[in-house]
């Protein structure tokens, strides 16, 4: 890696202030990927040091939030698709509607219940769900997505629906 | 009284207790991922210098020239399988002063990325294949003649040559299954 001095200090000071101010972001955003607690601590890991690595390069092109989130979402959707995950059971949001909701116990957290409904998405389709639970706008959705603002409006408006189905509805599952 | 708005769920879930390290440690993870990939290399090597020793071994052992040939093919099509290997784990530095990929970018690259890797397979292993026809004809020869004095050879040897038919059947149609899912996804992303 080649990063000059004067840039160490820079890279070294918006990792920390990054970590800083999204490192619960990065970690819900990490639950999205992987359940198990183990891999998820890994992800995470690597999440931090693709960030680090990354801002050898920042140059506000875009915004910190922007930078960050893509650079945390490429790195977990390259573990899912390099452990093949891609070709199993993985759906997209449409399809994500037409299965039948789980039967989960109580003990069962809701935020559990949320993060395995996402797991079942395609990468840019959990995306785009995370940035919303996130609170995120279109705008900015797609500006991490890399997806039209109408395209996005059309997946949150899917993503709203299946959600108040699951979790509205379904009210006495939840903790 | 529950709330149940997801985006409250979601944001008001406990937090991992991951202490998020320093600076410095991913500095010394850098170097171990270098170091790592070092390792795999010096491996990988060995493994092929080892395939090579042992196949040179059975060539000076052997006096069939057809088996000499094909032994011959096997060193042959193992060093360039070494050189694609090496090529595939070291590749050229890419520009990285632009902004890092969006999400779309991303997935499309990776989900190329496979598709490159398992077209690639084929070719990299196809090197091999001479070789390998010619050892296993020989082979094949060797036991046809064992097996005219001794019919259990053949009794005996039938399970594997199953597994080996299922195998060589299944995996093109399962592989070509994946293919043409990744191939799906691949335009629909670009739609």
Same mark, same amino acid.
């Given at each position: 890696?080649?990063?000059?001095?004067?840039?160490?200090?820079?890279?070294?000071?918006?990792?920390?202030?990054?970590?800083?101010?999204?490192?619960?972001?990065?970690?819900?955003?990490?639950?999205?990927?992987?359940?198990?607690?183990?891999?998820?601590?890994?992800?995470?890991?690597?999440?931090?040091?693709?960030?680090?690595?990354?801002?050898?390069?920042?140059?506000?092109?875009?915004?910190?939030?922007?930078?960050?989130?893509?650079?945390?979402?490429?790195?977990?959707?390259?573990?899912?698709?390099?452990?093949?995950?891609?070709?199993?059971?993985?759906?997209?949001?449409?399809?994500?509607?037409?299965?039948?909701?789980?039967?989960?116990?109580?003990?069962?957290?809701?935020?559990?219940?949320?993060?395995?409904?996402?797991?079942?998405?395609?990468?840019?389709?959990?995306?785009?769900?995370?940035?919303?639970?996130?609170?995120?706008?279109?705008?900015?959705?797609?500006?991490?997505?890399?997806?039209?603002?109408?395209?996005?409006?059309?997946?949150?408006?899917?993503?709203?629906?299946?959600?108040?189905?699951?979790?509205?509805?379904?009210?006495?599952?939840?903790? | 009284?529950?709330?149940?708005?997801?985006?409250?769920?979601?944001?008001?879930?406990?937090?991992?207790?991951?202490?998020?390290?320093?600076?410095?440690?991913?500095?010394?993870?850098?170097?171990?991922?270098?170091?790592?990939?070092?390792?795999?290399?010096?491996?990988?090597?060995?493994?092929?210098?080892?395939?090579?020793?042992?196949?040179?071994?059975?060539?000076?052992?052997?006096?069939?020239?057809?088996?000499?040939?094909?032994? #011959?093919? $096997?060193?042959? &099509?193992?060093? %360039?399988?070494?050189?694609?290997?090496?090529?595939?784990?070291?590749? @050229?530095? =890419?520009?990285?002063?632009?902004?890092?990929?969006?999400?779309?970018?991303?997935?499309?690259?990776?989900?190329?990325?496979?598709?490159?890797?398992?077209?690639?397979?084929?070719?990299?292993?196809?090197?091999?294949?001479?070789?390998?026809?010619?050892?296993?004809?020989?082979?094949?020869?060797?036991?046809?003649?064992?097996?005219?004095?001794?019919? #259990?050879? $053949?009794?005996? &040897?039938?399970? %594997?040559?199953?597994?080996?038919?299922?195998?060589?059947?299944?995996? @093109?149609? =399962?592989?070509?299954?994946?293919?043409?899912?990744?191939?799906?996804?691949?335009?629909?992303?670009?739609?």
């Amino acid at each position: 890696m080649s990063v000059t001095a004067s840039n160490v200090a820079s890279q070294d000071d918006l990792y920390q202030d990054a970590a800083a101010q999204f490192g619960p972001a990065l970690d819900r955003l990490a639950r999205a990927y992987e359940f198990d607690p183990e891999k998820r601590r890994d992800l995470l890991q690597e999440i931090h040091f693709a960030l680090w690595r990354s801002f050898a390069t920042y140059d506000n092109r875009c915004s910190l939030r922007t930078w960050i989130y893509r650079v945390a979402h490429n790195t977990a959707t390259t573990q899912v698709v390099r452990q093949r995950r891609i070709y199993s059971t993985l759906v997209s949001l449409d399809e994500l509607d037409q299965i039948a909701s789980e039967n989960h116990s109580d003990s069962v957290l809701a935020s559990e219940r949320l993060a395995l409904l996402i797991q079942k998405l395609k990468p840019l389709d959990r995306q785009v769900i995370v940035s919303y639970l996130e609170g995120l706008d279109a705008a900015a959705t797609g500006e991490i997505t890399g997806l039209s603002p109408s395209n996005v409006a059309m997946k949150i408006h899917r993503i709203k629906n299946v959600l108040s189905r699951r979790f509205h509805s379904g009210a006495t599952h939840a903790e | 009284m529950q709330n149940n708005d997801p985006q409250t769920i979601w944001q008001q879930q406990k937090q991992q207790e991951i202490n998020v390290s320093l600076a410095p440690f991913f500095k010394l993870k850098a170097e171990q991922q270098r170091t790592r990939n070092r390792w795999i290399v010096a491996a990988n090597d060995f493994v092929y210098l080892a395939t090579i020793s042992f196949l040179g071994f059975l060539f000076v052992k052997t006096t069939n020239l057809t088996e000499r040939v094909g032994l #011959a093919l $096997l060193a042959g &099509g193992s060093l %360039f399988v070494i050189y694609q290997m090496h090529k595939q784990l070291w590749p @050229p530095p =890419v520009a990285s002063e632009a902004p890092p990929d969006t999400g779309l970018e991303a997935y499309r690259r990776e989900l190329m990325r496979w598709q490159t890797n398992q077209r690639n397979l084929w070719r990299t292993l196809a090197p091999l294949l001479p070789g390998a026809i010619v050892v296993a004809a020989s082979g094949i020869r060797a036991v046809i003649r064992a097996a005219s004095t001794n019919p #259990a050879i $053949l009794i005996n &040897g039938a399970p %594997f040559c199953v597994l080996l038919a299922v195998w060589l059947v299944a995996l @093109p149609v =399962v592989r070509k299954r994946r293919l043409k899912k990744v191939q799906q996804e691949l335009e629909a992303l670009g739609s």
